[in-house]
């Protein structure tokens, strides 16, 4: 018979995946409408569900078909007259009113436009889902990227303008590897932008000036992983700095700021990082498990940012990431740069040897 | 009343959100919550610029802040209708007190601010908020861009120095007084980086596991000879006795390779090691391998394996047993 403490114990390393399976599937269904908030971003919580599970090898409790096709509803297309390509990309959800359409030509709307953030989860939704990308009108994505990079290498998230920084940088270098295609961004002013945001402690900051913080170092990291320009644009003493700035964020699980409290999500940012840096592997993994687990609701499944709170599905889904990284038994493995599981970046390189085959045969 | 009830809204057909046959991650809005969003996308489709619109995006902002089609569209109308900015500046003011840590919020104040090329208020508003939640990252980052674009430099020091008295290991007021001293001074000269490095030590004294004040230390040093500042390394060995932490014994192994980058003396090199055995088997062991790892590095660019003078002709390193002093 266990006694209360080894229950207890036996209890906090239980996962439970199919708690978590479930809270995926009811985020994909309905929520409810204190949920109003999340209505322009609903696409990067459907990626956030829909990642979790193939991080969970659960994708065969979903109808894949179906959801491609909500998504291809999402992209805003070129006009006949193609007036609109530097607006071009996807959309967060139908909150702008336009007719439910998977093909084109796109409909004119003083006001209808891509969000940098809804293309990128967009695309990495319909990869995971096992797509092959071939009704993206990739052209005019690129079009619409390449309208929102600012002089300074930065990039605002729609063409009405918004805020700028280093994250929608990272949503742009998602959008250019996916694609194979880096002509919708000057490479050299993102570096540049990505530099300038090195703080003086060695972590990146959202831009020149401001403190650093794990969130917005992953996306400087990843962002020249992906460029394939970490070692040109960070010389070794620098990456050295960089790693020490990342490994000291780990307290239990990991915070984002140095004196702040630990946040599941930051063992996927720090952890993903770490892992980009070759470095991961001297992290503490069992008190990063015990915390993650610690967030864990054993009753709705999901993970949330601190223990006794409220699971959502961004920490749902980050929880399962940072586990996956510290090698989790039967979850997936994730690419820490892009954060889609190996599986599905596997059928993105079959599906760019394709493009390229085929442009080879198109002269 | 629902606006499909009121008569001066019958002339608009309202527009429902279209998620096709298979919605995904559909929220269930209240009859109140759709009535004015479809109302809302029917004034959007439109274009139209009148007050009836100006008045509903009210409406609409207060169901869900975070919708940035609707603050577009609100932007568009204050200026179509010629709108009275300080009001707008009196509404924005009250909706980001209510939800701080929106995006959307932030960046239309900065954008009234602009139009109304007034920052007069701004410092004393942000104050507020930062006394609510003090590491608010939006509100340092619109302080940030206010004193930059507007050159308001001067009371910031005082500020930082004020927040710090309150909360020594609050790191965002920590990179405010990075960010002020090197917009502003800067740190090249002798008398700012001592005055900067007292008062760091002055702080560490006072608290001694303050991660904040040690990335500041090391962060203002680390291009400027960290090594060869004058004292500095007997102050903090002086410090390692009574206000131990595993801050300090890194800034100590930091101190240490930099010794060893300019004169490569065995000395600092075992001295530079044991810190590190020290961190991880006691004061840092859950970073216990990375401070191994590190070891190990520091024994491979430093130690006596460590190649010194050419390579032989095939490539291979020196054999092992030469002293190394570049």
């Not at chain 1, 919708?184 to 932008?193: C, F």
């Not at chain 1, 394939?228 to 915070?255: K, N, P, T, V, Y």
């Not at chain 1, 749902?316 to 039967?330: D, K, V």
């Not at chain 2, 960010?179 to 560490?204: K, M, W």
Request: charged content about 25%; proline content about 4%.
């Amino acid at each position: 018979m266990l006694s209360p403490l080894q229950l207890e114990e036996f209890e906090q390393i239980d996962f439970l995946r199919d708690r978590h399976v479930r809270f995926f599937q009811r985020t994909l269904q309905v929520l409810p409408e204190r949920y109003a908030s999340l209505e322009t971003t609903r696409l990067t919580v459907m990626f956030f569900a829909v990642s979790g599970l193939d991080v969970l090898d659960a994708l065969d409790v979903i109808d894949r078909n179906n959801m491609i096709e909500w998504i291809y509803s999402l992209q805003v297309l070129p006009t006949e007259d193609q007036s609109n390509l530097s607006r071009c990309g996807f959309r967060g959800s139908s909150h702008i009113g336009i007719p439910y359409s998977v093909k084109g030509p796109g409909v004119l709307h003083p006001y209808d436009s891509g969000h940098v953030a809804m293309t990128y989860t967009g695309l990495t939704s319909l990869l995971i889902l096992g797509d092959d990308l071939s009704r993206v009108n990739k052209q005019a994505c690129l079009a619409g990227l390449k309208a929102l990079q600012l002089e300074d290498g930065s990039f605002c998230a729609v063409p009405e303008g918004s805020e700028n920084d280093i994250r929608f940088i990272y949503c742009a270098a998602c959008i250019c590897y996916m694609l194979d295609d880096w002509s919708g961004m000057d490479i050299q002013k993102a570096i540049e932008y990505i530099r300038g945001s090195m703080s003086y402690d060695n972590g990146f900051g959202q831009g020149a000036g401001l403190e650093s913080h794990g969130g917005w170092t992953f996306c400087a990291i990843a962002s020249l992983c992906l460029m394939g320009r970490l070692e040109e644009a960070l010389s070794q003493r620098e990456l050295d700095r960089i790693r020490r700035w990342c490994i000291m964020r780990q307290q239990s699980g990991f915070h984002g700021r140095p004196n702040k409290p630990v946040d599941t999500c930051y063992s996927f940012w720090v952890g993903a990082t770490l892992e980009l840096l070759d470095v991961f592997q001297y992290t503490n993994y069992e008190k990063n498990r015990n915390y993650i687990l610690s967030t864990q609701d054993r009753l709705v499944g999901g993970f949330a940012k601190w223990p006794d709170s409220h699971p959502d599905p961004l920490h749902a889904y980050l929880g399962l990431c940072g586990l996956s990284l510290i090698g989790e038994p039967n979850l997936r493995k994730v690419h820490p740069a892009l954060n889609i599981t190996q599986r599905a970046f596997q059928h993105l390189q079959q599906l760019q040897q394709t493009w390229r085959d085929n442009a080879g045969t198109c002269t | 009343m629902f606006y499909r009830d009121r008569k001066e809204w019958a002339d608009l057909e309202p527009v429902p959100q279209d998620d096709g046959p298979n919605p995904v991650v559909k929220i269930a809005y209240s009859e109140k919550f759709s009535d004015v969003y479809d109302y809302f996308r029917a004034l959007l489709k439109k274009d139209e610029r009148s007050d009836r619109a100006f008045a509903l995006t009210a409406e609409a902002i207060e169901l869900n802040a975070a919708n940035y089609t609707v603050w577009h569209y609100r932007r568009v109308l204050l200026q179509a209708l010629q709108k009275d900015l300080r009001e707008e500046m009196r509404y924005i003011t009250d909706i980001i007190e209510e939800q701080p840590k929106n995006y959307q919020v932030w960046h239309h104040r900065r954008m009234v601010v602009e139009w109304l090329n007034d920052p007069s208020e701004e410092l004393e508003f942000i104050a507020d908020i930062l006394s609510q939640d003090a590491k608010n990252y939006h509100a340092w980052q619109h302080r940030q861009w206010v004193i930059q674009e507007y050159k308001l430099w001067d009371n910031e020091l005082e500020f930082v120095e004020k927040l710090l008295e309150e909360d020594v290991r609050n790191n965002s007021v920590w990179n405010q007084r990075h960010f002020v001293i090197s917009h502003t001074t800067g740190y090249s000269s002798p008398a700012i980086l001592d005055r900067e490095v007292q008062y760091c030590l002055n702080q560490i004294r006072k608290a001694p596991h303050n991660e904040s004040a040690w990335n500041y230390l090391k962060g203002i040093l680390q291009d400027r000879g960290m090594s060869s500042h004058p004292g500095l390394l007997e102050q903090v060995l002086e410090l390692k006795e009574t206000h131990c932490s595993p801050y300090l014994l890194a800034f100590l192994v930091d101190c240490y390779e930099d010794a060893l980058e300019n004169n490569n003396q065995k000395e600092t090199l075992n001295r530079a090691l044991e810190v590190c055995e020290y961190l991880a088997q006691e004061k840092d062991t859950i970073r216990k391998e990375y401070w191994l790892f590190l070891q190990r590095s520091l024994e491979s660019r430093f130690g006596p394996s460590a190649a010194s003078g050419e390579p032989l002709a095939d490539g291979t390193e020196p054999p092992a047993g030469n002293d190394c002093h570049t």
